[in-house]
């Protein structure tokens, strides 16, 4: 089934999922440096976002072009050329790094929707607003219309739903899941320092992991999430099926808070860990 079909139209079936194996990692960047760090460190999938300006804020068109000239350059183009002096990949780092566009709240998102590179494997719009499911289907079906048909759609909760003006998490799921989508993000809307984890509770995430399974959703948890919180994952959602497919992190790997540079000793950390 098309990934960008509207809401409205019938879903089959998904298929079951295989077991977990190791999570994947995402890791939002803001340019081309950025970026190519990310590869280098083996990120599985380079989220390309503007830190400064909220949870889900785009960077410009023209970044989105040059990360996708990146990831798409063969190997006799890595030496030399455009690219930076320092920065050589490997044909496997470079084929296995997906690309993911925010594409900010609501009106901004859909504004922005037909300018995503084809190159690109997600997107995601943020939630902001849309208060019914009649909303919030109103904005996928307007942002699937516009967007590449080579891009996916991510579905977006916020655990901080409230300041967000939007329906909790679990019911933007289970809406997720019957309009055909296959990936949802779980961050906050508020970059406070307070984590998704501290603002859903235990017992809540792990619902919320649960709802994930057995809607045969993939997902990942953002929105202050640490390292400390990783390696305590058994501990915050026991059983394994419901832990999260991805962890998605900034400011965990920058300098300072995640208005700062990515800091190549956090983001060796975070390899070591997960890899």
């Not at 949870?55 to 690219?83: F, I, N």
């Not at 809307?189 to 984590?195: A, I, M, P, V």
Request: some cysteine; hydrophobic content about 40%; proline content about 7%.
């Amino acid at each position: 089934m098309p990934t960008n079909a509207p809401c409205d139209e019938p879903v089959a079936a998904p298929e079951a999922r295989p077991e977990k194996s190791k999570p994947q990692w995402l890791v939002s960047v803001r340019n081309l440096a950025e970026a190519e760090l990310a590869v280098r460190f083996g990120v599985d999938i380079l989220d390309l976002k503007e830190p400064r300006r909220g949870p889900l804020a785009p960077v410009s068109a023209e970044v989105w072009h040059q990360v996708a000239d990146l990831v798409a350059r063969p190997p006799s183009h890595r030496d030399g050329g455009p690219q930076s002096s320092a920065a050589v990949f490997s044909a496997a780092q470079l084929s296995a790094a997906q690309l993911s566009a925010a594409l900010g709240e609501s009106a901004q998102a859909v504004a922005l929707a037909d300018r995503v590179p084809p190159r690109f494997a997600f997107a995601k719009a943020g939630p902001s607003g849309c208060e019914s499911e009649s909303q919030l289907r109103g904005l996928w079906d307007a942002v699937r219309e516009r967007m590449p048909a080579e891009v996916e759609l991510v579905a977006v909760a916020y655990a901080d739903h409230r300041a967000a003006g939007c329906m909790e998490a679990e019911r933007i799921m289970a809406l997720a899941a019957q309009g055909g989508f296959r990936r949802v993000l779980l961050d906050t809307f508020e970059k406070n320092g307070c984590s998704a984890i501290e603002v859903l509770g235990q017992t809540r995430l792990s619902q919320l992991g649960r709802l994930a399974h057995r809607q045969h959703l993939w997902w990942s948890l953002a929105g202050s999430i640490t390292l400390g919180h990783v390696q305590r994952v058994a501990e915050l959602v026991p059983e394994r099926d419901d832990r999260p497919d991805c962890y998605a992190v900034r400011g965990a790997v920058c300098d300072g808070d995640r208005t700062g540079a990515l800091c190549e000793a956090k983001m060796r950390q975070w390899q070591r860990t997960l890899r």
